[in-house]
Each structure stands twice: as C-alpha cells, then as structure tokens.
C-alpha cells in the first residue's frame, strides 16, 4: 500500500475582460460575478479541498488581466479532482447568461509551497511543509 504525502500548494488565475466585450461585460459586472459566484462555486466544489482563497487586482485597472485570484489548497493535487471540472462558468449575472470564457482571457497555474520567508528572515528551510500560519 502506497500513502501519499499530502503536498500544500496554491492555484492561481490571472483574468480579464477581452477588450472586444468591455462593452458587453462591464468591470462592476465581472467583479460581482467573480467575487459572489465564481469564487464561492469554486471553494465549495469540493469541501476541505480549498482552505482560503485571496483577490488581488493590479493597480491599473486597465491593464488586460488586472484580476489574481490565489487558492490555498492543503493538498495541490486536488486541483485535478473531477469536482472542479463540474463547477459552471454560466450565470445570469454574465452576458447572454455566459459562458464567462466566452468574454475573458485567463491564465491559470498551480504549484506546491517550497518555502516561506518573513521580514528580516533568510526563509524557513521548511520545503514542502504545510506554513499554518497563512
């Protein structure tokens, strides 16, 4: 019998509105879709799997993908249970109902936690340990 280690990560998505549907699918539309409906459908595909998640947005808000969202996961491999694939990128809020992919340009990446550095710290040499603290 093989026991996996369970490996803590993060999944990360840089989003925008495509600037040919700016009109179609306005700012204020795409954050209330985004923080109200995506992220929570997101965090609740699969229960324990997602354990915070955090929304950043560049400063420039007219950068083409000015929207990061980190996912912190106690295990990265659950990044690829088949719950997430169910979870609906449709909803009334969007244009013609979506599907949001339809409107934006997206870059998505994930990886596991290799080391965690505080201020005035030289990092925690804890490669591939879970920082309970974040």
Avoid at 23 to 43: F, K, R, S
Avoid at 53 to 78: E, G, H, N, T
Avoid at 123 to 130: C, I, N, P
Wanted: proline share 10%; aromatic share 12%; with cysteine.
């Amino acid at each position: 019998m093989t026991l996996a280690i369970p490996i803590p990560g993060i999944f990360w998505a840089n989003s925008g509105v495509t600037p040919t549907f700016k009109d179609v699918l306005p700012y204020g539309t795409y954050v209330q879709w985004y923080e109200n409906v995506h992220i929570p459908d997101w965090m609740g595909a699969k229960p324990g799997a997602i354990t915070a998640a955090w929304r950043y947005q560049c400063l420039d808000s007219s950068r083409a993908m000015p929207f990061l969202v980190a996912y912190k996961y106690p295990d990265i491999s659950a990044t690829s249970a088949p719950e997430f694939k169910g979870v609906t990128l449709s909803d009334p809020l969007l244009p013609e109902g979506g599907p949001v992919t339809r409107f934006i340009q997206i870059v998505v990446m994930s990886g596991p936690h290799i080391e965690t550095w505080r201020s005035g710290s030289t990092g925690d040499d804890r490669r591939l340990e879970e920082d309970k603290s974040l």
